[in-house]
């Protein structure tokens, strides 16, 4: 039997609510260690740049770590998250970025309004059944041939996680999934893949990276 939505959104937002400042302390340098990580984020966001810029969207911002590091680079990024308390974490953390609370699965964006746009390790809450749902949103959103830079875990399984960030209680399923599948759900969602890598890194144990653009 299938999770209500309602109720897998509920508990993802409730868990990343009570972890939020313990998420940011032990996330916050985990980037300055991971070169590969970087390596995709400044491709991506030269790819941004060669298309004259525009606004950039990171769904899933959580505490606004990516976001930030993508505005290092440039970029006119905006965070989006589920969790209002990271929300306001990133916030406070990165003041002068814009960081607005929504959900992937009813992105509030206009049509073609942004040139790019990273889901970094924020898929992997997603039930399989919504990820079709999810990708028509990114591709609805981006302009043709903008690029979706997108990071995952790597496997088959997916687990129900009860605590993290230093022990506090959470309840969120983990999905990790195979490139191939991933990348079949890009094809049929609109999108050309460009380049795909499995890595190991302080960001995940086992990761991928999918640079892809939605197709014209």
């Excluded at 992105?107 to 040139?115: C, E, Q």
């Amino acid at each position: 039997m299938g999770l209500n939505a309602d109720d897998w959104l509920a508990d993802t937002r409730t868990s990343y609510d009570t972890v939020a400042a313990s998420y940011r302390e032990l996330t916050r340098h985990i980037l300055d260690e991971a070169p590969e990580e970087r390596e995709a984020l400044a491709v991506f966001a030269g790819l941004v740049r060669a298309r004259g810029g525009g606004p950039v969207a990171d769904v899933g911002c959580g505490t606004g770590r990516i976001t930030a590091h993508l505005r290092e680079l440039g970029l006119d990024v905006f965070g989006i998250d589920l969790s209002p308390g990271m929300i306001e974490v990133a916030r406070r953390d990165h003041p002068g970025v814009r960081f607005d609370l929504g959900s992937m699965t009813d992105l509030a964006l206009a049509d073609a309004s942004v040139t790019g746009l990273v889901a970094w390790y924020s898929l992997i809450h997603i039930p399989d059944d919504e990820i079709s749902s999810v990708l028509a949103h990114f591709r609805r959103v981006l302009v043709p041939g903008g690029p979706l830079l997108l990071s995952f875990h790597v496997g088959d399984a997916s687990h129900l996680k009860t605590e993290g960030y230093g022990g506090h209680p959470m309840k969120v399923h983990v999905h990790r999934r195979q490139h191939d599948r991933m990348i079949a759900w890009l094809e049929q969602a609109g999108f050309d893949v460009e380049t795909h890598k499995t890595l190991t890194s302080a960001e995940s144990k086992l990761g991928g990276i999918i640079l892809a653009c939605r197709r014209p």
